[in-house]
Every structure is written in structure tokens, then in C-alpha cells.
Nanobody
């Protein structure tokens, strides 16, 4: 399994960014896909997750109403649309996958992408 995250960058507070995670190496019908983030000096934290087949989603309270996870099954890609970005959203964002169900615990995930840096600063 290979996961390739992209789309990070430097944005100002209030702006938007969309992250992508291309997945390959197997079929993901029984898998959950998730985004985590890790800020300097902090533990990796769950941001959002999605069931690959059914599309059911889960979002951390800190991003609800601002971030949306989605997937394109034809493109084997998971997205994280991030709106109204705040400085505290600054982190390296990782995509990850595991067999269902969605988990908010990083150690439960078997495969990880390389991470993409998001910096929110004026």
C-alpha cells in the first residue's frame, strides 16, 4: 500500500486549502482513510476519517464546520478541504489507512503517507 499526500503550503488566516492523498497497492473497499496532523512539539492528532465504501465520515471537534473529508473512488484519492484556516491549524498533515472501522488513534493505522506541511500565518 502506498499513500501520497500533497497540497500543503503557506496560507493566510481565513484562507482555504485542499489536501489530496493518492492511494494505491490494493482495493480499499473494507478500509478507512484518515487525515492526522502533527504540530511541532505535539502528538499526532486525528483530524478526519472516511469509510472508503460507504462514505461515512468523522471529524474532530476542532475542525468541524471548517474541514471536510471526501473521497473519489474512481481516482483512488482522499481529499481534505480546509476552510477558514487558523494559525493553530499549522502542522504536517498525514493521510493514513486501516481496516474498518475509523479510529481516532494514530497507532491503529497500518499505512501512512509522507506528510505535507500546512502553514497558516499572516
Amino acid at each position: 500500500v502506498q499513500l501520497q499526500a500533497s497540497g500543503g503550503g503557506l496560507v493566510q488566516p481565513g484562507e482555504s486549502l485542499r489536501l489530496s492523498c493518492g492511494a494505491s497497492g490494493r482495493t480499499f473497499s473494507n478500509y478507512a482513510m484518515a487525515w492526522f496532523r502533527q504540530a511541532p512539539g505535539k502528538e499526532r492528532e486525528f483530524v478526519a476519517g472516511i469509510m472508503w465504501s460507504g462514505g461515512r465520515t468523522s471529524h474532530a471537534d476542532s475542525v468541524k464546520g471548517r474541514f471536510t473529508i471526501s473521497r473519489d473512488k474512481a481516482e483512488n484519492t482522499v481529499y481534505l478541504q480546509m476552510n477558514s484556516l487558523k494559525p493553530e491549524d499549522t502542522a504536517v498533515y498525514y493521510c493514513a489507512t486501516k481496516l474498518l472501522p475509523i479510529s481516532t488513534i494514530a497507532s491503529h493505522y497500518d499505512y501512512w503517507g509522507q506528510g505535507t506541511l500546512v502553514t497558516v500565518s499572516s
